[in-house]
């Protein structure tokens, strides 16, 4: 089996919030789409306010969002991040992109892991060009289970169940809080984050990680 290589996304691939993101460029498309969301602005706050259900709390803002669209949410998603783009280009990381595009060029696997909503993340890499890369993230339905989170030993157990089980051969994150993961390969790659960050992955891991200025 070729080589797992492990990416975050909010600020490694996406410079910024993934939500924030997608709303000015959707909202730029169709400003009118601003009602339903002032409407529903009240659930929304709550549900985005409290850990185990804001994954199903930026699904509805996503479809309130998009709307009646024909197309797939992921399509209609990936557009509005293009119109956002648009305006603020830096928000795709041209060196993390370059990066994860070298790792399937050497013949690696590459996955997404990410907190973010699954639907935001899948659109935000159609948009730029890695439609095809796998993504592991937060999902929110209607239906059980609900919510499930991809967040710390959680990225671990929805790898592992989606079929890319440690070891990776590589993982890259901005934060500490991806301890669970780093733990999980013997090249831990910490993305523009500060030297305490990379004191408390050296402090648990017993080594100190890999640490890059991406633009």
Known sequence: MDPTVVVD???VLLGGDASTLFLAGRLR????????LLV???????????????????????RLAVGGRRVPDVEAVAGAYRA?????????VAEAIACVRAHRAAGDRVVVATGCEETLARGFLAAVGLADVDVVGSTGTWRRPWVRRAMGEGK????????YPPPWAAVYSDSASDL???????????????ERA???VT?????RPEVVRWR
């Open 9 to 11: 996304l909010d600020k």
């Open 29 to 36: 498309q169709a400003p009118l789409r601003a009602l339903p």
């Open 40 to 62: 529903a602005a009240p659930v929304l706050l709550v549900g985005s306010a409290l850990p185990w259900t804001r994954p199903l709390a930026a699904r509805l803002m996503t």
């Open 84 to 92: 956002a783009l648009t305006r603020r280009p830096e928000a795709a």
């Open 156 to 163: 671990v157990r929805l790898l592992t169940e989606r079929g």
């Open 180 to 194: 669970p993961l780093f733990a999980g390969t013997p090249r831990p790659v910490l993305v523009n984050a500060g």
């Open 198 to 200: 990379a004191r408390d």
């Open 203 to 207: 402090r648990v891991l017993g080594r």
